[in-house]
């Protein structure tokens, strides 16, 4: 199987649905990408799910380039996408524009930055430069302060008009595939059938061309999960399990 890149997602949308997943190091990257998982996202979702933070917000580069760079040595076949942190983009387009290439040269084959219209000029930029981009509206949760928590967005006419112009202004800009956040599925649908370049839901519905699962949501290694989450296993109970079972073996003398 050849490795997977921005082309042949692209050519992607209309012949294929595309499930795509986060993963964090090179052991779970491995594990996916032998299982045929075309897009593997090394988000700021680490905050979350494994760096024990609230929020996305805290990640920094540091982090990125070094989950990015274990990925990366973990895949052969899946195309590598890092997430640009809070604040290495939010800085100006000369430091948005060094921080990605850090990301390209620890193995990223892409990078997804969120925003819309306001952006749209930096991912031209990105794009020119060879970096491809794969854009992210709607619930972006780096404006988790700005929405008051992590809340759907595109309820209203108004500001469903808004991020469908933003999705327009990032495909315009060059953005291979965009990912579709936590938006009502009809707005989803209208703006999958819209853009010539695959969408990418998480919690948007099943019109999307390719949809997002955070690892840790599909494995069942998180206590909870959002409503629109399926799991399809339960390896946190497992786990848990098998460290009992380790601790008491031990205690009593069974293991060694």
Known sequence: MKK????TVRAAKGKMRL??????????????DEAGVPVILVGDSMGNNVLGY???????????????????RGVKNAMVVGDMPFGSYQCGDDAAMANAVRLVK?????????????????????????????????????????????????????????IMADAKAIEAAGAFAITLECVPAELAAEITAA????????????????????MHDLLGLNDSSPSFV?????????????FSAYVREVAEGVFP
């Open 4 to 7: 997977w890149n921005s082309s």
């Open 19 to 32: 499930g795509c997943c986060t993963a964090y190091d090179a052991c779970f990257a491995r594990l996916a």
């Open 54 to 72: 609230e929020t996305t917000l805290p990640v920094n580069m540091e982090d990125s380039v070094s989950a990015v760079a274990a990925v990366a």
């Open 106 to 162: 620890a193995g990223a084959d892409a990078v997804k930055l969120e925003g819309g219209v306001r952006i749209a000029a930096l991912v031209r930029r990105m794009t020119e430069a060879g970096i491809p981009v794969l854009g992210h509206v709607g619930m972006t949760p780096q404006s988790v302060n700005e929405y008051g928590g992590f809340k759907k967005q595109g309820k209203t006419r108004e500001s469903a008009n808004a």
């Open 195 to 214: 853009l010539k370049v695959p969408t990418v839901g998480i919690g948007a519905g099943p019109e999307c061309d390719a949809q997002w699962l955070v």
């Open 230 to 242: 399926k799991r399809y296993a339960e390896l946190g109970d497992a786990a848990r399990k098998a």
